[in-house]
């Protein structure tokens, strides 16, 4: 940046040089005194009026990151998770009892003017089985892997003669509503009855497609502004397991329990610029002779959901909520490279050893870290 200095260099030439002069003659070169001093002050004035003098921009970089920023379009990130117990069935004399959830999942981008900017969409499918005498027959070590890891094992092609597998098709929802708001996504990708009525849409989607997307209109409606902008990319990680539940005996119910823990993080090159955790316990009881217990048509609501309702601060005199440790981690982390995350410094329980974040997070946070990883893959 150039400026001419010639009106600042001249004030304080005059100022340094006439100074002396008031009430005391000042000598210069042992010959002058202030009258000359003058005279001389005059030539340097004219010679340095119009003197260019750069100076060194040092605001420029922040300006421009600035105008940068305001350029890029902010848009919110969302989250639905949605729990199905509907299919369980009690054991009889003839076939096992079964527990079993069905949890969609929608993570969504999505702008201030409505449009959808990214959009991803999950299932996990899970089952845990019991016989007439309240015993799990399950392997509760078995891994769960969600529809989309899946792949083509889930078996749409194989065993439905499907020409698309379940990936593929809600892989073609997702892509649909990029670019769409709500309105124009449910009136245009779906008829009354669930299924697609848009014909591209159609030549892939052959699944019922409406409980999709009100799982993607619950993740639009959940969305807030944490970090993200348009054109960041939307990862989804989930991590489920089925290792909680218990027989039942004479004295206790039986317990089938499913516990997912969802991230979705948004990322500009390897940075997280916006990050949302969540996290289900979907349960259904039965009792020592395998009937089930549970009100499979009850709402299964996620730990954000929940909020003061999960008991943290009333059953074990937490300071801070579920919900309100996992929104300050998530806070924590966005800015951050995954590879910073997998360093967070943590106990052989894994909560947080930082002092910053251990004021507010006092959970385990290696689950956490583990569903980082998995969606900056």
Not at 11 to 28: D, F, H, I, K, R
Not at 142 to 156: C, P, Q, R, S, V
Not at 243 to 268: H, I, K, R, Y
Request: with cysteine; glycine share 10%.
């Amino acid at each position: 940046m150039r400026k001419k200095m010639g009106v600042f260099v001249s004030s304080v030439l005059a100022v340094s040089m006439l100074s002396g002069c008031v009430g005391t003659p000042v000598v210069y070169n042992n010959n002058c005194e202030c009258g000359e001093l003058a005279a001389k002050l005059d030539e340097i004035l004219e010679a340095v009026e119009n003197i260019e003098v750069t100076v060194p921009a040092q605001n420029d970089a922040a300006d421009n990151a600035e105008a940068v920023q305001g350029d890029a379009q902010a848009v919110k990130t969302g989250l639905s998770v949605m729990v199905n117990l509907a299919d369980s069935v009690s054991a009889d004399a003839e076939n096992e009892g079964a527990a079993k959830f069905d949890i969609t999942v929608a993570a969504v981008t999505v702008g201030e003017d409505g449009v959808i900017d990214a959009c991803r969409i999950d299932s996990v499918p899970a089952t845990v089985n019991f016989g007439e005498d309240g015993v799990i027959t399950s392997d509760l070590a078995a891994e769960i892997l969600t529809k989309d890891e899946l792949g083509e094992n889930y078996g749409m092609k194989l065993y439905g003669g499907a020409k698309y597998e379940w990936n593929e098709q809600a892989a073609a929802l997702a892509a649909y509503a990029e670019g769409k708001t709500l309105d124009e996504l449910k009136n245009g990708a779906v008829g009354e009855t669930g299924m697609a009525v848009d014909a591209d849409l159609a030549s892939t989607a052959t699944i019922y497609l409406g409980g999709y997307v009100a799982a993607i209109e619950e993740a639009v409606n959940n969305a807030q502004h944490l970090g993200a902008v348009k054109g960041d990319d939307l990862r989804l990680a989930v991590i489920s397991g089925i290792g909680s539940s218990a027989d039942a005996d004479a004295e206790n119910n039986g317990t089938a329990q499913l516990d997912s823990d969802f991230a979705v993080l948004t990322m500009n090159a390897d940075v997280i610029t916006s990050c949302y955790l969540d996290s289900v316990q979907a349960k259904v009881a039965f009792d020592a002779a395998g009937a089930i217990t549970t009100d499979l048509a009850a709402d299964v609501l996620t730990k954000n959901e929940l909020g003061e309702g999960y008991g943290m601060k009333l059953y074990a005199g937490s300071t801070y909520e579920w919900n309100e440790q996992a929104a300050s981690f998530a806070e924590y982390v966005t800015g951050k490279t995954a590879a910073e995350v997998s360093g967070i410094a943590v106990n052989e329980k894994t909560a947080p050893t930082d002092a910053d974040l251990a004021s507010t997070v006092t959970i385990a946070v290696g689950g956490f870290m583990n569903l980082i990883e998995k969606a900056a893959e």
